[in-house]
């Protein structure tokens, strides 16, 4: 059986992993390996450290499904649907802008984590957190891989989907096998960048706002705020509120290298601007997304992009096609027909 490590335990990675595993169950091991001590990726949900039901996303909010993607990924749409996972987003996002006629949004009840989680649950791959990619060498018709402070191990055929700058920073041999070509097409992908405020509130408290949600337009700071809770349709007198605030693009850009301590005040003073009368959060969680939202994809490889075909080494992700839903479920289905024509 071929053994294939897939880095990256995000949607891209996990539902890859999950058609391997209900296409070529017979022919392969399946391994999924990710830095985090979680899964997820961008589809990042946390819990509040004092109460396990009151949880927050941090990342991917609600997802949006086009006319068009809504039938070329039905299959997973319905599955997820059928599985509780998803269900119609019914409350109210104030100032969303939709993308298409027909668009219809979803949300996640037990945040949007559970997406990523759903697919690892039915790959059977072994997922291993707190593996951290730092060298992969070509050993004859095999990848050896180094995660960080623990021992290599050799596999079959590879599948990157982490960030395109983190690809570029592994050591080992790749650098030699790129084509140079290659190397300037994964150079010029960009992304944006954001901080991602989690604040978590006691069960008796009240966030006193019409909506579930909204973009904000007048703000140098604050692009987007959600009552979490709210927006999911989870209201509980027994379990606390939850809210999420994403700053905007040029807000990340100035404060990108600066730590969460130095920031988390800035983006609390500014919310306490547009929300007066908001009560006292019990907790509070900073993130920084470096790698937000890929503003520049890699060009003319729609999906994926395969480095080198003996041993497989194929790259895959949002950075190959768009930062969505449809666009990580697009390359997954690239990803895995390379496998399958490869393996």
């Known amino acids: 059986m071929a053994r294939v490590l897939i880095v990256g335990a995000g949607l891209t990675g996990s539902l890859c992993a999950c058609l391997l595993r209900r296409e070529m169950a017979n022919k392969v091991q399946i391994v999924v390996w990710d830095k985090s001590r979680g899964s997820g990726g961008r589809m990042s949900t946390s819990r509040s450290p004092s109460d396990p039901l009151c949880t927050v996303d941090l990342g991917a909010q609600y997802i949006s499904a086009t006319p068009y993607y809504a039938q070329k990924h039905h299959k997973f749409y319905e599955e997820l649907l059928a599985h509780g996972i998803l269900e119609p987003l019914a409350s109210l996002v104030e100032g969303e802008v939709m993308k298409d006629q027909g668009q219809k949004n979803y949300v996640t009840p037990s945040g949007v984590s559970s997406i990523v989680k759903h697919f690892l649950k039915h790959s ?72 991602a405020l989690g604040l978590f509130y006691k069960a008796e408290a009240h966030i006193p706002v019409p909506w579930a949600a909204k973009y904000i337009s007048n703000s140098p700071c604050i692009r987007f705020i959600a009552i979490d809770n709210k927006k999911r349709n989870l209201e509980s007198p027994e379990c606390g ?24 005040p800035i983006i609390l003073q500014e919310l306490n601007k547009l929300l007066p009368h908001l009560p006292q959060p019990d907790s509070i969680k900073c993130h920084k997304w470096r790698y937000s ?37 697009e390359s997954a289905l690239m990803v895995f027909d390379v496998l399958k024509s490869s393996l």
């Open 241 to 264: 509120a939850s809210m999420v605030v994403h700053t905007s693009v040029p807000f990340g850009i100035k404060h990108l290298e600066e730590t969460k301590e130095e920031v988390e």
């Open 293 to 329: 939202q890929v503003t520049s994809s890699v060009a003319d490889c729609p999906g994926q992009m395969t480095l080198l075909p003996q041993p497989l080494l194929v790259c895959g992700g949002d950075s190959f096609t768009h930062s969505n839903f449809d666009g990580c479920i």
């Open 124 to 195: 059977g791959a072994e997922v291993l957190f707190d593996h951290h990619v730092t060298h992969i060498y070509r050993k004859g018709a095999c990848w050896e891989v180094c995660p960080k402070g623990r021992s290599p191990e050799q596999f079959n055929a590879l599948v990157l989907t982490m960030p395109v700058p983190q690809i570029l920073q592994l050591q080992g041999d790749l650098g030699s096998l790129l084509e140079d070509s290659q190397r300037q097409q994964l150079e010029a992908v960009s992304y944006s960048s954001r901080y």
